[in-house]
């Protein structure tokens, strides 16, 4: 960093989505920001594989939420279409494949899943499926208003008048399965608007009812795809910070975070190769716990951080297949026949199940560029438990981090299992005979490679005690100048999720600083030129034909009063 600039300097720790986008802002705000990063590449988990014209997309493959990507890049200054994001509506959003051959179209069309719910719970299923949604939406529009939005500093926060009196209306204390069984009477749609919860890396028998969410922005505003794979949302991001003035050095690892001679203020880091940098603030977005563990003193809160409840992690296949398979859409889930059980050997067990669900994504279907022409790229992510050390295995089954033969059986018996799965519900033949080449990513792999905790991929789990202000904070307890953001801070995992929290660890930076926020004072969207027919008006109380109504009871009862008291 130039000791000549009064520019104030920031390091950011790992060029990941919530990383890059902090960067950006950092950088529009006047700070000199370098980002360190550990891998070749950018985007962590939200990265490509490639192999031979055959692209993957390693972590996430669908957009979810897009007002928070388009937030982020207005608060930048520019757009997704500027920086050359094209977002794909995928449609159907998903084909749900269940042991006995049936298979439920999920939809945004509201006639289509009219078409879909009545055929299983007749014409009041699709009622009450109007109600689950109206439910959902309330979950949606609270938690991004009131908990996406807002930062959860202690416990006090949670008293803010405009947050407890949603609190129980969020439903934190009931399960997303429990609260779906309130809509839904039959078992398979429960299922169906319930396996989401994966997506936070949590059984639906656990994950909180507030979570219904997720399946409300799929129905409501659609599952997206940008074109080019996933990654050209981040490449978008890092091409505006750069533009900005971020500094970017891959294959540059850190080794620990600087403390001044205090141990209570950050005054940067210091690289594997020994070299020394320094910097007002810095902003870590590796795993949180592995940061807390490894590259800063070790402390009680520390040791208790890993002692925490995980997300899952995942067996992740990606196959380049020589023709294309027409009987997957882009979307596909396959749902265990034991759908309890299966989640019970993730989450309690820590194992992979015997009859796993899982989660097929065809990237080639939506964008024909993810594969030569005529052939398919494909997408396995099978859910299993995360990796657990000498101290949790003892006494208990799980994986086992040393045992790679262990592994590879798992990934055989998941091989296998996704093959005859696929092939007996969807009528797809001879899956193996089509695969030319495989990568496969394990929780192994994604400790190693991402330095992931346990190798869970979505971080710490998103139980109630483990989100809003029991979540790690954004800002270190005591260490000042030191910041966090990324899917084990708050708010929490998920892309967008991890975006909406690099806005509120941005504001807390430039907070100490005293700086404003440089994306405040932005132009007010659809206000502008307002015309009288598009104003809201509100209607009265009480009608005309209300008003005759109590005044004709009124005078009836004044007459019946008279007669008794005479």
């Known amino acids: 960093m130039s000791k000549k600039s009064?520019?104030?300097?920031?390091?950011?720790?790992?060029?990941?989505?919530?990383?890059?986008?902090?960067?950006?802002?950092?950088?529009?705000?006047?700070?000199?920001v370098t980002?360190?990063?550990?891998?070749?590449?950018?985007?962590?988990?939200?990265?490509?594989?490639?192999?031979e014209g055959y692209r993957f997309d390693q972590g996430p493959s669908l957009l979810l939420l897009p007002g928070l990507f388009k937030e982020t890049f207005n608060d930048l200054g520019t757009s997704l279409e500027a920086e050359g994001v094209q977002l794909m509506k995928c449609e159907p959003n998903y084909n749900i494949w269940f042991d006995d051959g049936e298979c439920f179209e999920l939809s945004t069309d509201v006639a289509r899943m009219k078409h879909e719910v009545e055929k299983w719970e007749g014409k009041d299923g699709f009622e009450r499926y109007l109600g689950f949604l109206q439910e959902a939406h309330r979950h949606y529009e609270i938690s991004?208003?009131?908990?996406?939005?807002?930062?959860?500093?202690?416990?006090?926060?949670?008293?803010?008048?405009?947050?407890?009196?949603?609190?129980?209306?969020?439903?934190?204390?009931?399960?997303?399965?429990?609260?779906?069984?309130?809509?839904?009477?039959?078992?398979?749609?429960?299922?169906?608007?319930?396996?989401?919860?994966?997506?936070?890396?949590?059984?639906?028998?656990?994950?909180?009812?507030?979570?219904?969410?997720?399946?409300?922005?799929?129905?409501?505003?659609?599952?997206?795809?940008?074109?080019?794979?996933?990654?050209?949302?981040?490449?978008?991001?890092?091409?505006?910070?750069?533009?900005?003035?971020?500094?970017?050095?891959?294959?540059?690892?850190?080794?620990?975070?600087?403390?001044?001679?205090?141990?209570?203020?950050?005054?940067?880091v210091m690289l594997e190769n020994g070299e020394n940098i320094s910097a007002d603030v810095v902003i870590i977005n590796a795993d949180l716990v592995y940061a807390y563990s490894n590259l800063l003193p070790q402390t009680s809160y520390s040791r208790a951080l890993q002692k925490r409840s995980t997300s899952c992690s995942s067996i992740s296949f990606y196959w380049a297949m020589d023709r294309k398979i027409p009987e997957l859409t882009t979307h596909n889930i396959f749902l265990a026949e034991h759908y309890r059980e299966s989640f019970?050997?993730?989450?309690?067990?820590?194992?992979?199940?015997?009859?796993?669900?899982?989660?097929?994504?065809?990237?080639?279907?939506?964008?024909?560029?993810?594969?030569?022409?005529?052939?398919?790229?494909?997408?396995?992510?099978?859910?299993?438990?995360?990796?657990?050390?000498?101290?949790?295995?003892?006494?208990?089954?799980?994986?086992?981090?040393?045992?790679?033969?262990?592994?590879?059986?798992?990934?055989?018996?998941?091989?296998?299992?996704?093959?005859?799965?696929?092939?007996?519900?969807?009528?797809?033949?001879?899956?193996?005979?089509?695969?030319?080449?495989?990568?496969?990513?394990?929780?192994q792999s994604w400790k190693e490679v991402f330095n992931l905790d346990k190798g869970a991929i979505l971080g710490l789990s998103h139980s109630f005690f483990n989100v809003l202000c029991f979540r790690p904070k954004t800002k270190h307890p005591s260490i000042k100048g030191l910041h966090f953001v990324g899917a084990s801070a708050h708010p929490g995992t998920g892309v967008p999720i991890v975006l909406a929290g690099a806005k509120l660890t941005c504001g807390q930076v430039l907070e100490g600083f005293g700086m404003n926020q440089a994306w405040d004072g932005g132009p007010t969207i659809g206000k502008k030129g307002l015309r009288d027919i598009d104003r809201v008006h509100t209607l009265p109380l009480l009608s005309n034909i209300h008003i005759a109504v109590l005044t004709l009871a009124f005078a009836l009862l004044i007459y019946v009063y008279s007669r008794l008291a005479y």
């Not at 980002?35 to 192999?51: I, W």
């Not at 299922?191 to 989401?196: D, K, M, W």
């Not at 015997?354 to 994504?361: A, D, H, Q, R, T």
């Not at 594969?371 to 790229?377: F, H, Q, R, V």
């Open 344 to 443: 019970d050997d993730i989450f309690k067990k820590q194992l992979i199940p015997k009859e796993p669900s899982f989660y097929l994504n065809v990237p080639s279907r939506i964008d024909p560029t993810a594969a030569p022409e005529g052939k398919d790229s494909i997408v396995v992510l099978v859910p299993v438990g995360h990796l657990l050390d000498e101290k949790q295995g003892i006494g208990r089954k799980g994986l086992d981090v040393q045992n790679k033969q262990d592994w590879e059986a798992m990934v055989s018996r998941a091989r296998q299992t996704v093959f005859a799965t696929v092939e007996a519900r969807t009528g797809a033949r001879d899956l193996q005979g089509a695969l030319v080449k495989e990568i496969v990513n394990t929780p």
């Open 144 to 268: 991004v208003a009131q908990v996406l939005k807002k930062n959860f500093t202690s416990l006090l926060s949670m008293t803010r008048p405009a947050f407890l009196r949603h609190l129980f209306p969020l439903h934190p204390f009931e399960s997303i399965y429990s609260r779906a069984s309130k809509y839904f009477w039959t078992e398979r749609l429960r299922r169906v608007f319930t396996f989401g919860s994966m997506y936070m890396g949590m059984s639906p028998f656990d994950a909180p009812g507030t979570y219904s969410l997720l399946q409300y922005t799929e129905l409501a505003e659609g599952i997206w795809y940008p074109k080019g794979g996933f990654h050209s949302v981040v490449a978008a991001l890092v091409r505006t910070g750069e533009r900005l003035g971020v500094n970017y050095r891959l294959s540059t690892p850190i080794s620990s975070i600087k403390l001044d001679a205090t141990g209570q203020r950050a005054t940067g």
């Open 35 to 51: 980002v360190f990063e550990k891998n070749h590449f950018t985007g962590g988990r939200c990265s490509l594989l490639h192999h």
């Open 6 to 32: 009064a520019r104030k300097s920031a390091v950011v720790v790992g060029a990941g989505a919530g990383g890059v986008a902090t960067a950006a802002r950092l950088a529009k705000a006047g700070f000199e």
